[in-house]
């Protein structure tokens, strides 16, 4: 006889929270295990909330960014944003950490990635066709490129500084440097550099 | 305007990932907007899982560890355990522990938990009075208490010898093999095999 295991159903549970990010085998059984002894009061809701997802849950054409079906997008409402900015970020949870700096008001473009040849990610993956488009047809004068300065994130800013060069629209990165609250003990020497040649007069 | 957020299907998913054990804000963020983005293949599959749990496992009534609804279970099945141990756990989890240690081949008893005053669980609380009728009923020579090492396990175990004082069963322990303070869960199959084997009665 092989050992005793978890029925059926369980394992199926534990092998699909396996899958997800963040969590290896021990987390995806205890939280299993968890779910089953709270009973159907917790895995209810979450049952409910994830087959909702992909029916209520939609990305705007336009931006990227996630939208309640049927209804119009927030951030590409043209009363409430400035139109002739275009702010290129990699995933929909950048748009909301730029919202939450309160530092932007203009237009969003989620790419969906960054290009990276190793995981097979390339320009036709990425919504660089439709950020072209956009910019071909739109009333942007600048598209700020807010992709991570990671070696990747580079590459992808470089290629669509490239796409978009000859669109007559002004093409920016984010600055780099320190971190707020960063002492100079914590940064590495990269981010040094960059911080250092990035300087700017205090008056 | 407010600051634009996350669809509330999200937002909801995003709560409720939160209650998950072992979850944070960022952690259950980033799991619901993955889920998101890898789209229905990923989300249906864990929402039905998740969905029948409640509908397709349950509680096996003798030894309280998971059983598929209307199957017998594996591990109270007489032709194949030892009947005259029954070995006390707190999880059920915990028996599949001991199970994959090799260590033991008798039957099982899910407790549900430790006795906690502080936490309000109190004996009523615990599959307790099961396990006296149990033992005065059946055909157990010894219990063997698999309970934690730790402040409350240990008063389990004590309040567990008592209950069963007088029905002629012999009461053991698990070898203090296990860490001062640790819970079964975060011990390896080696130690809980020695400590299976180390097993010294209480009275």
Not at 137 to 146: D, P, T, W, Y
């Amino acid at each position: 006889m092989a050992n005793a295991d978890y029925p059926g159903p369980i394992l199926k549970l534990i092998t699909l929270l396996r899958g997800l990010p963040g969590l290896g085998p021990r987390s995806a059984e205890r939280m299993a295990l968890w779910l089953m002894e709270q009973g159907p009061s917790r895995s209810g809701p979450l049952a409910q909330a994830l087959g909702a997802l992909a029916h209520e849950v939609a990305a705007c054409d336009e931006c990227g960014f996630f939208i309640e079906r049927a209804q119009a997008c927030e951030l590409c409402d043209g009363t409430r944003r400035d139109r002739s900015l275009i702010c290129v970020v990699e995933r929909a949870a950048d748009v909301l950490r730029l919202e939450r700096s309160g530092a932007y008001k203009g237009l969003y473009h989620v790419l969906g990635g960054k290009l990276s040849p190793l995981d097979n990610v390339t320009p036709e993956d990425l919504r660089i066709e439709a950020l072209r488009v956009r910019v071909a047809q739109g009333a942007a004068r600048e598209v700020i490129l807010a992709v991570g300065s990671d070696v990747e994130g580079e590459a992808t800013a470089g290629y669509l500084a490239d796409v978009l060069s000859g669109s007559g629209v002004a093409v920016s990165r984010l600055a780099q440097g320190l971190p707020a609250g960063g002492a100079l003990d914590h940064v590495d020497e990269l981010t040094l550099y960059q911080a250092m040649n990035g300087r700017r007069p205090l008056r």
